[in-house]
């Protein structure tokens, strides 16, 4: 079975500053597909950042971008130039099978001004 | 267009009740997930649909939790005689296909307190 790991369950960061989440997982399948979710404190989840497992590219959305290191198993987040909007709780997700997500246990992210 | 709606957004049962959930996918999605969060955790993967077919029902934890979508459109989830650990936020996400790569949009989830 998939698993994933957020190390980290809080960290928090200065307004404008840079942040790094952390994430690893585990599993034997060679295509898959990560991601990595945002939950504000109204708690509707919504997609930050994805990455397709084949692509060696890591991929960025404007100020989010992710470092991908298959053979590592790793997947982390880094927010640059942080808002006070970037507060929430941060999930790193999996998924291979076109069903289920498979979540971290989250990483609570506070921005300070 | 709207989004992933739930309702309601808050329900107080008391033990040994019986609940239904209800979750109103985006129009067109044809793929429909719940999870169940619980407090400062993960969401966890309860159940799966493809249009009106159940295809995954592994995250169930027990034979009184049930889930259908009927029509293909809206789903409910049903927990019959609630206990205290089922208290939980329950999330509900769509998705246009059940490709592994297709972006899963979720809802603001139900809050059940089971006292």
């Known amino acids: 079975a998939q698993t994933v790991t957020q190390s980290q369950p809080e960290m928090s960061v200065q307004e404008a500053e840079t942040v790094t989440l952390s994430c690893t997982y585990d599993t034997s399948e060679n295509n898959y597909y990560l991601f990595w979710y945002k939950q504000p404190p109204s708690r509707q989840m919504i997609l930050v950042i994805r990455q397709e497992a084949y692509k060696q590219q890591n991929a960025t959305e404007n100020r989010f971008s992710v470092n991908f290191q298959k053979a590592a198993k790793s997947f982390s987040l880094k927010i640059s130039d942080s808002q006070l909007g970037d507060t929430a709780m941060y999930f790193c997700a999996y998924n291979n099978a076109g069903n289920m997500l498979t979540f971290g246990g989250g990483t609570r992210l506070m921005v300070k001004p | 267009g709207a989004g992933v709606s739930q309702s309601p957004r808050y329900k107080v049962a008391k033990r040994g009740q019986d609940v239904a959930l209800r979750c109103d996918p985006i129009s067109g999605h044809v793929s429909l997930f719940w999870y169940q969060q619980a407090l400062g955790q993960g969401p966890e993967f309860l159940t799966y649909?493809?249009?009106?077919?159940?295809?995954?029902k592994s995250g169930l934890p027990s034979d009184r939790f049930f889930a259908e979508r009927p029509e293909g459109s809206v789903s409910t989830l049903k927990i019959q005689r609630t206990q205290q650990e089922d208290s939980a936020v329950y999330l509900c996400?769509?998705?246009?296909?059940?490709?592994?790569?297709?972006?899963?949009?979720f809802g603001p989830g139900t809050r059940l307190t089971v006292l």
């Open positions: 649909f493809q249009n009106e077919a159940q295809l995954d």
């Open positions: 996400a769509s998705s246009t296909t059940g490709l592994a790569s297709n972006e899963q949009f």
